[in-house]
Nanobody, 118 residues
């Protein structure tokens, strides 16, 4: 059974930092592309960042230079370091594991709330 469990969400003031973690189980973590997505109230879920099996990364323009995604295969964990947080970063953040075999497979966590407010 595949499980992705996010943690680290919190209330933080503008300009602050948070680090999200996502622990995976039930998959061969190292062969999956891992990603973070977010969904704000009334908006569609959007890509925040991805990290490939070789460590290549991709970011949404809105978070470039502020967020850093990383992975630790030995711990089956992916991280999202978020700095210089803005109120518009407020959302539920979801962890995603993605692989293409005979077809695409996507697994999701339950989400963790990040609120940026003074």
């Amino acid at each position: 059974q595949v499980q992705l469990v996010e943690s680290g969400g919190n209330l933080v003031q503008p300009g602050g930092s948070l680090r999200l973690s996502c622990a995976a189980s039930g998959i061969i973590f190292s062969i999956y592309t891992m990603g973070w997505y977010r969904q704000a109230p009334g908006k569609q879920r959007e890509l925040v960042a991805t990290i490939g099996t070789g460590g290549s990364t991709d970011y949404a323009d809105s978070v470039k230079g502020r967020f850093t995604i990383s992975r630790e295969n030995a711990k089956n964990t992916v991280y999202l370091q978020m700095n210089s947080l803005k109120p518009e970063d407020t959302a539920v953040y979801y962890c995603n594991a993605h692989i293409v075999l005979s077809r695409p497979y996507d697994y999701w966590g339950q989400g963790t709330q990040v609120t940026v407010s003074s």
